[in-house]
C-alpha cells in the first residue's frame, strides 16, 4: 500500500497513464529517467555485465555436458537464469568463427613458410666433373632445371639470380682446378628464363577463358538487379584469381587475404539461414508430434549453439597445442585426445539431445537422426559452396 501511495500523481511522460509502480502498466516504459550522472551509468553497466556473466557460467556448463538441458528448460518457463537461445547462438557463432579465421590465418603463414620453395645448388657434382666440356654440360644441365618464375609465383627473380650465378662460380672454380679458361663475367649473369613465351602464352589463354566467364550474367528468369550483382561477383572473382595467380607478392597477398576474409564474413550469415532450415526438418519428421515450429527453431538454436562452442573450443585448443610444442611437447598427446572426445561427443550429444527433447523409443530416434543429419550434411556442404565462391569474389 506504501509502494502504491509512492507514485500517486505520477503519469507516465510517454502515455500519461497514471503510475502505479516503476514501470507503465500500459506501455511499459520505465518511471525512471534516462539522463543520468555519469557514475549511475557506469554502476548499471558493471551490474549488467556481471548479470550477463552469471548467466554465463549457468548456460555454458550444461550446454557443452547436459543434451536437451537448457532445450528442456526453456520450454518449461525456466529461462531467467540462462541466456536466450538466438543469444547464445549468435555470440558464439561469431566468436568460434573469428576464432577460426586467426587460427586459418596462422595455419597459413605457417604452411607458407614451411613449404615456401628453396633453391639449393650443387655443386659436388662438379668436383666430380673430369674435363672442362663435362663441368659446362653439368652447369648447363643444373640450369635448366631451375624453376620457373612464373610456374607458381613463389619464387622471386632475384633468387633465380642468386642461384644460377652461384652455379656458375662453381663450375668456374672445376674450371680452374682442371686448368681450363674459367668463363667470362658476361656468363656470370642471369640465364634467360626458358619457356617464357609459352608460359606467357598459357596465362594468356587462361586470362581469356577467365574473361568470357566474367561477363554480364544475362538469365532471362532473373530480376536485372540479381544478373548485375552475379556479373560483379564475377568480375571480383576474375580479379582475385589473377592477382592470386599472376600478381606480385603483395598483389597474391591481398587477393589470399581478400578472400579469406569473403570466406569468413561469408559463414555466419551461411549459418543463420541454415539454421530456420534445419528447425524446418525437425518440424517435417517430428510433424505428428504436433509441436510449434518455434520449439523446433529453439532445438535448432540449442543444437548450433553447443556445435559452435565445441568449434571454439578444437580451435583453441588447436593453438594452445601450437603454443606449447616447443615448450612443452609433452602435452600434445592429451590436447590432441581432448580435441578428438570433444569431436565424437558432437553426434552423440545431438541423438541424446534428439532423445529427451522429443521423447521417441531409442529405433525411431537413431532413424530420424540419421536422416536428418544425411539432409543437414549436403545442405551444409552446398551452403559452404557458396560460401566459398562468394569468398573467392570478395
Known sequence: MKQLTSYQGLHCANCGAAMQGEFCHECGQSIHSVLKPVHHMVEETVETVLHIDGRIVQTLPPLLLKPGFLTLEYFAGRRVPYIAPFRLMFVLCLLSFFVCHLAFDRFAEHVAHATHPTVKVDGKQFADADSPREVRHLLQRQ???????????????????????????KANQRLIELGAAPMSAASLAAPAIP????????????????????????????????????????????????????????????????????????????????????????????????????????????????????????????????????????????????????????????????????????????????????????????????????????
Open 143 to 169: 640450369l635448366d632445371t631451375l624453376p620457373h618464375i612464373d610456374s607458381y609465383g613463389l619464387l622471386s627473380s632475384e633468387q633465380l639470380d642468386m642461384s644460377a650465378r652461384d652455379m656458375r662460380e
Open 195 to 394: 619457356a617464357a613465351a609459352g608460359s606467357q602464352r598459357r596465362d594468356d589463354a587462361l586470362d581469356k577463358a577467365l574473361r568470357q566467364k566474367s561477363h554480364a550474367v544475362h538469365l532471362a528468369w532473373l530480376p536485372d538487379v540479381v544478373n548485375a550483382r552475379l556479373t560483379a561477383l564475377g568480375q571480383r572473382l576474375h580479379k582475385n584469381m589473377r592477382d592470386f595467380k599472376d600478381g606480385d607478392p603483395d598483389a597474391r597477398a591481398a587477393a589470399k587475404q581478400r578472400m579469406i576474409n569473403g570466406l569468413f564474413g561469408a559463414l555466419p550469415m551461411t549459418m543463420f539461414i541454415l539454421i530456420p532450415v534445419f528447425a524446418g526438418l525437425l518440424k517435417l519428421f517430428y510433424v505428428f508430434r504436433r509441436r510449434l515450429y518455434m520449439e523446433h527453431l529453439i532445438v535448432a538454436l540449442h543444437s548450433h549453439a553447443f556445435m559452435f562452442l565445441v568449434l571454439l573450443l578444437v580451435t583453441l585448443i588447436g593453438l594452445l597445442s601450437t603454443w606449447l610444442r616447443p615448450h612443452a611437447a609433452w602435452t600434445l598427446s592429451p590436447l590432441g585426445w581432448l580435441q578428438t572426445l570433444l569431436m565424437l561427443w558432437v553426434p552423440a550429444y545431438l541423438l541424446f539431445m534428439q532423445k529427451r527433447v522429443y521423447h521417441q523409443g531409442w529405433a525411431m530416434t537413431v532413424l530420424k537422426f540419421w536422416f536428418i543429419g544425411w539432409c543437414y550434411f549436403w545442405l551444409l556442404t552446398f551452403a559452404l559452396t557458396i560460401a566459398a565462391a562468394l569468398g573467392m569474389a570478395h
